[in-house]
Nanobody, 122 residues
């Protein structure tokens, strides 16, 4: 099983970016998914989460600017980021709690993607 994050880049303040996180492998079910970010010298913080049913939760700092969504048929999660600020600069990581087929047995595990860099210039 693998989580692949993509979509990061360099953008000016006020701009937009869309991150994607695709899960692949012998996946049976994906439960909660989320985006986290880590700026240099800081801890990894929650950005937004989404349940399999579409219930969302956001950090106060991104409410009204970021939108998390998912396509369960594609095992993919998105983060639409608008009105970006320099303080949004960080490596963004996706996370998923999922059930997968482990050589004929079902196993549950929490996975992290490799991270994608978002840089917002002032």
């Amino acid at each position: 099983v693998q989580l692949q994050a993509s979509g990061g880049g360099l953008v000016q303040a006020g701009g937009s970016l869309r991150l994607s996180c695709a899960a692949s492998g012998s996946i049976v079910r994906i439960d909660d998914m989320g985006w986290y970010r880590q700026a240099p010298g800081k801890r990894r913080d929650l950005v937004a989460t989404i349940t399999s049913g579409g219930v969302t939760n956001y950090a106060d700092s991104v409410k009204g600017r970021f939108t998390i969504s998912r396509d369960n048929a594609k095992n993919t999660m998105y983060l639409q980021m608008s009105s970006l600020k320099p303080e949004d600069t960080a490596v963004y990581y996706c996370n998923a709690q999922l059930l997968y087929n482990d050589y004929g047995s079902l196993s549950a595990h929490n996975y992290w993607g490799q991270g994608t860099q978002v840089t917002v210039s002032s």
